[in-house]
């Protein structure tokens, strides 16, 4: 994935979507381009995740919790322990959401179960974006 652009934090807000199924994380990129105050990026490993991680800044994280190398909750422990993502919102979403529930809580993560559909994403993001 080519990071060439430069992002104006100032009127955007960045959101990272972590998610190892291609299509999917496909089809909520489009979506959130959709809405002009968003710029999406989309990792497809945690490692690729972490990187874009350390070298632009994050408002928001969407993190599936099925993902190859580590769990999603793995995953936003990393990221949550970095100095500049330790306070961004952060949804994490899964098809077996229910068997997520206490990892959540102990967090104070917002879940979203899969299949979900594009405006009840929206409307999470611009929740947890307006607090």
Excluded: C, W
Aim: hydrophobic share 40%; net charge negative.
């Amino acid at each position: 994935m080519a990071q060439d652009q430069s992002v104006d934090n100032k009127t955007l807000k960045v959101i990272l979507v972590v998610e190892d199924d291609e299509a999917i994380g496909e089809v909520m990129k489009m979506a959130l381009s959709e809405e002009p105050q968003f710029y999406t990026l989309l990792a497809t490993t945690p490692h690729e995740a972490l990187n874009l991680a350390h070298s632009i800044q994050v408002d928001m994280l969407i993190i599936d919790y099925l993902l190859r190398e580590m769990t999603g909750i793995e995953l936003y422990d990393r990221l949550h322990a970095m100095k500049d993502l330790s306070h961004v919102p952060t949804i994490i979403t899964s098809a077996s959401l229910g068997q997520r529930t206490e990892e959540l809580e102990e967090r104070h993560l917002l879940g979203l179960e899969k299949p979900f559909d594009i405006d009840t994403l929206m409307n999470t993001i611009n929740q947890l974006l307006s607090q």
